[in-house]
């Protein structure tokens, strides 16, 4: 059975960096990439980027390149998602989700981690 | 970027009755080599994460009651739900999955009447 856990809500002051880990279990960690995706309080779903868990290829929406990092660590079945100079409209819940594949872009999101909430707040 | 509009922004459907929420693509997200359309359809309860309920447009994920169907092809998608349950107030995003960056829908949230 797929799981995805998610690291615990964060409060950060402008300027500061948050990094969320997903933890995964259930399944062949390398044949599947994951997103990150985003939802301010009562917003819609905004994607963040993509990894490839297979070789590490990264893409990163527009918005969010220069501020993004995704990373992962094989050992620990575990993929980070970094984001830098936040802002008070970074405030959101944080959602990994596993891809459908690991070939590239074209994939849904099958599973998705609980959400972590990180706050940005002077 | 494809934009996806959905609507209504809201609904409110009695018991039983059929829901229906619109999806529009700003262009195709029909892939020709494999002759699918890459869109999804997810669905998010107050304070959880959504889950997939459909995928290439029409296909019902595991799990998923029949009462849940998607339709449509190039640049309109539709998702019905036959049969309205309690269970089934939540709000509903449309996503394509065709072209980066991947875009969502603002949703419909659904409501019993």
């Known amino acids: 059975q797929v799981h995805l856990v998610q690291s615990g809500a964060e409060v950060k002051t402008p300027g500061a960096s948050v990094k969320v880990s997903c933890k995964a279990s259930g399944y062949t960690f390398t044949s599947y990439g994951f997103s990150w995706v985003r939802q301010a309080p009562g917003q819609g779903l905004e994607w963040m980027g993509w990894?490839?868990?297979?070789?590490?290829?990264?893409e990163y929406a527009q918005k969010f390149q220069g501020r993004v990092s995704m990373t992962t660590d094989t050992s620990t079945r575990t993929t980070y998602m970094e984001l830098r100079s936040l802002r008070s409209d970074d405030t959101a819940t944080y959602y990994c989700?596993?891809?459908?594949?690991?070939?590239?872009?074209?994939?849904?999101?099958?599973?998705w981690g609980q959400g972590t909430l990180v706050t940005v707040s002077s | 970027d494809i934009v996806m509009t959905q609507s209504p922004d809201s609904l409110a459907v009695s018991l039983g009755e059929r829901a229906t929420i619109n999806c529009k693509s700003s262009q195709s997200v029909f892939y020709t080599s494999n002759n699918k359309e890459y869109l999804a359809w997810y669905q998010q309860k107050p304070g959880q994460a959504p889950k997939l309920l459909i995928y290439w447009a029409s296909t019902r994920y595991p799990g998923v009651p029949d009462r849940f169907s998607g339709s449509g092809s190039g640049t309109d998608f539709t998702l019905t739900i036959s049969g309205l349950q309690a269970e089934d107030v939540a709000l509903y995003y449309c996503q394509q999955y065709y072209s980066t960056p991947r875009t969502f829908g603002g949703g419909t949230k659904v409501e019993i009447k």
């Open positions: 990894i490839s868990i297979h070789n590490g290829n990264t």
């Open positions: 989700a596993r891809e459908s594949g690991y070939g590239g872009n074209k994939n849904y999101f099958e599973y």
